[in-house]
């Protein structure tokens, strides 16, 4: 019997997480059943119970995927010297987001907005989901954070402020902007860009 590559084991286990992910983005991870997957990839249960042994453990795969997805693109953005500006960085960091994970909707909207509000509804009641979410956060916001002192080492940060404090606005930035984008459609990017220039042309400053 031939062997089965870990390409192939790779692209299988792919085509579950995103066939699930879609599921999910529909209609919420209560209202999705494992039926609903295995019809959405189009293969047997075997060929699935395979790799995940049921919702929860597919839940889990997902959060963790979509929250390393997440942290990358910050962290990369962190080891630039110095990072863009947030007039330049949000707006690159949601369209790497985007290309990393382009899966669409019915209609063509962008899934990962709305599995985001999912995942962050369901960590309210799901302990589980919230032990992952929590130390995803962290990795997030201390990806920020060195980009704030990216900015303070370049003098474009006041020594007086707050790294932390403007890691989790920039964390809330992106978080309202995908709530905003799941509840209403797809917002452009340049939108957010525009916002975050006036902003920072308050006062007639950028960052300080």
């Not at 983005?25 to 790799?51: C, I, P, W």
């Not at 990393?100 to 962008?110: I, K, Q, S, T, V």
């Not at 990795?139 to 932390?164: K, T």
Request: net charge negative; with cysteine.
């Amino acid at each position: 019997m031939a062997r089965v590559s870990q390409e192939h084991l790779d692209a299988r286990r792919r085509q579950i997480l995103d066939g699930a992910a879609l599921c999910f983005a529909r209609n919420g991870f209560h209202a999705t059943s494992m039926q609903d997957v295995l019809k959405e990839v189009d293969l047997s249960a075997g060929a699935v119970y395979r790799y995940f042994s049921g919702k929860d453990e597919l839940i889990g795969a997902i959060v963790t995927e979509a929250l390393e997805t997440v942290g990358e693109v910050f962290n990369g953005a962190a080891r630039e010297t110095p990072p863009p500006l947030p007039d330049v960085l949000m707006p690159r960091v949601l369209a790497e987001m985007r290309e990393r994970r382009p899966l669409l909707l019915e209609g063509g909207e962008w899934m990962f907005p709305r599995l985001l509000v999912q995942v962050w509804t369901e960590t309210l009641r799901n302990e589980q989901l919230a032990a992952l979410l929590g130390p995803g956060f962290d990795r997030i916001r201390d990806a920020w954070r060195e980009v704030a002192e990216s900015y303070r080492r370049a003098g474009l940060l006041s020594e007086d402020v707050d790294a932390d404090t403007l890691a989790r606005v920039m964390v809330a930035v992106v978080q309202g902007f995908a709530v905003q984008t799941a509840l209403f459609g797809d917002i452009p990017e340049e939108t957010l860009r525009a916002g975050l220039r006036a902003l920072m042309s308050l006062g007639g400053s950028q960052l300080g």
